[in-house]
């Protein structure tokens, strides 16, 4: 089955900056901060797509090339997780519903 031809318009700003239209995002299923790809055509048109994403954060990798290089240089700070923060941990936890794959709302952004 053919999708319908969505044709939208949008205007650059003068720092060459655009919104994607509403059509074209919810045809995307693009959301806050995703990525677009563009693949310009020989002939001027361009396709617009929602890019992969992969999950790279820089942040948390030099976070965890931290936590190595810690436990490289002070082997004797790790310790096993006793039973009573397990425990612990579990009470804090044990009524918590989440969508891991659930959108932030606006507010948690």
Do not use: C, W
Request: glycine share 2%; charged share 30%.
């Amino acid at each position: 089955m053919a999708r319908d031809l969505i044709q939208a318009e949008s205007t650059l700003t003068d720092r060459y900056q655009t919104t994607i239209p509403d059509s074209v995002r919810k045809a995307l299923g693009l959301n806050k901060r995703d990525k677009i790809n563009y693949a310009i055509q020989p002939n001027g048109q361009v396709i617009i797509s929602k890019a992969e994403q992969l999950e790279d954060d820089p942040v948390l990798g030099k976070f965890l090339d931290f936590i190595v290089e810690d436990i490289k240089k002070n082997p004797t700070h790790i310790q096993p997780i006793n039973s009573a923060l397990v425990n612990r941990v579990q009470s804090l936890v044990a009524n918590v519903e989440f969508d891991i794959d659930a959108p932030l709302s606006d507010e948690d952004e």
